[in-house]
């Protein structure tokens, strides 16, 4: 390849790189968590949820395994009851309940202590887009490094073939190149004690399998 191909062709992968970092506006994604819309819809929102796709930019290519998360609301205190499970070791779960308080029932960001938990957009049938920040300083700001961008979807199935795909991409696109979200992988259900049996005084909230559809 002589040297003025070599130049060029090392011109457009600069290009292609660039063109990858303005699709993704770190301003905006931090200010998001200023930004909350008011607008959930809770019993909508409520419910299984599997965690599908992910980016963390201190950590591109980072691949989790069976995260799912369980959200139910409690309309009289404002309060989401919120189970997150997460795979650690083979056949091993990690399970966390959490109670988070919101200002309003339409209220898209959850705090708690230094972690922010903000439902950035959701068509409530199919997927949520939702930014988790972990290292929420003490002006109650968190930087661009530590926001981890989840899609969480209603079932284990992969989306990039649905029709819904294309508005996923657009709702990670100010903190996540669409491209560099990784697949999380879902073979058990962790965010339950058990397969088919998880309650908080409201009833079985748990699906009994796995299910492609």
Same mark, same amino acid.
């Given at each position: 390849?002589?040297?003025?191909?070599?130049?060029?062709?090392?011109?457009?992968?600069?290009?292609?790189?660039?063109?990858?970092?303005?699709?993704?506006?770190?301003?905006?994604?931090?200010?998001?968590?200023?930004?909350?819309?008011?607008?959930?819809?809770?019993?909508?929102?409520?419910?299984?949820?599997?965690?599908?796709?992910?980016?963390?930019?201190?950590?591109?290519?980072?691949?989790?395994?069976?995260?799912?998360?369980?959200?139910?609301?409690?309309?009289?205190?404002?309060?989401?009851? #919120?189970?997150?499970?997460? !795979?650690?070791? +083979?056949?091993?779960?990690?399970?966390?309940?959490?109670? /988070? %308080?919101? &200002?309003?029932?339409?209220?898209?960001?959850?705090?708690?202590?230094?972690?922010?938990?903000?439902?950035?957009?959701?068509?409530?049938?199919?997927?949520?887009?939702?930014?988790?920040?972990?290292?929420?300083?003490?002006?109650?700001?968190?930087?661009?490094?530590?926001?981890?961008? #989840?899609?969480?979807?209603? !079932?284990?199935? +992969?989306?990039?073939?649905?029709?819904?795909?294309?508005? /996923? %991409?657009? &709702?990670?696109?100010?903190?996540?190149?669409?491209?560099?979200?990784?697949?999380?992988?879902?073979?058990?259900?962790?965010?339950?004690?058990?397969?088919?049996?998880?309650?908080?005084?409201?009833?079985?909230?748990?699906?009994?399998?796995?299910?492609?559809?």
């Amino acid at each position: 390849m002589s040297n003025t191909a070599q130049f060029s062709l090392l011109l457009l992968i600069y290009f292609c790189i660039v063109q990858h970092a303005r699709a993704v506006d770190e301003d905006k994604c931090v200010r998001s968590f200023l930004n909350d819309a008011g607008d959930l819809n809770p019993d909508r929102f409520q419910g299984y949820w599997y965690a599908r796709y992910s980016f963390l930019p201190n950590r591109p290519g980072f691949r989790a395994m069976d995260t799912q998360s369980i959200y139910v609301y409690i309309p009289e205190s404002r309060l989401w009851h #919120i189970a997150a499970g997460l !795979s650690i070791v +083979d056949g091993l779960c990690y399970r966390r309940v959490v109670n /988070v %308080t919101v &200002d309003s029932p339409g209220t898209r960001l959850f705090k708690e202590f230094t972690y922010f938990h903000h439902v950035v957009a959701s068509d409530y049938d199919n997927y949520a887009v939702v930014l988790f920040c972990w290292g929420v300083n003490f002006a109650g700001k968190c930087e661009y490094g530590d926001i981890q961008t #989840i899609v969480l979807t209603r !079932s284990p199935r +992969d989306l990039r073939s649905s029709n819904v795909w294309s508005k /996923v %991409t657009a &709702d990670v696109s100010d903190c996540a190149d669409p491209s560099q979200l990784t697949d999380v992988l879902q073979e058990n259900i962790c965010a339950c004690r058990n397969p088919d049996d998880f309650t908080l005084g409201l009833g079985n909230t748990c699906p009994d399998r796995l299910t492609d559809g």
